[in-house]
């Protein structure tokens, strides 16, 4: 879901072109799977655009390529570091663990949690709307 609220919000902001977005994960358990199908239905009722996406691990050169990697829970924070060293473009997305609504079935509460983080990351990251 995180990708997609990010791809959106860029997007409303007139600022997409800055950003290239993408989600990965940290262990190749999902591989090839799409949107898991109760996520697909929260961004949908949430009116976030969404298309296939396929899971996968995170590769060295995403890795590298990257300016940031943003874990949604302290351990692919955890597994992030393990796998690619302590690495200051290695953040989590909240303060705390986005609850893993694989899990906890809750995805109206995964949704807000990252889209209030995603709103955060943006003002952190200084981003202003295109004029």
Sequence with gaps: ???FVFKYLVSE????????????GVSSEESGNDIYPPAKRELKSRGIPFSFHRAHR????????????????SSNYRNLV???????????????????????DDFKTAFD????GCLKLLDELGVAEKR
Excluded: C, H, Q
């Excluded at 902001?13 to 990965?24: C, E, V």
């Excluded at 995170?58 to 829970?73: H, M, P, Q």
């Excluded at 393990?82 to 906890?104: A, C, H, Q, S």
């Design 58 to 73: 995170i590769t060295d050169s995403e890795f590298n390529e990257s300016d940031l990697v943003i874990a949604l829970d």
């Design 82 to 104: 393990r796998r690619f060293g302590d690495n200051d473009k290695i953040r989590m997305l909240l303060p705390r663990d986005v609850e893993d609504p694989w899990y906890t």
């Design 113 to 116: 949690d990252i889209y209030s």
């Design 1 to 3: 879901m995180a990708e």
């Design 13 to 24: 902001k007139g600022i997409a072109d800055n950003f290239d977005i993408s989600s990965a």
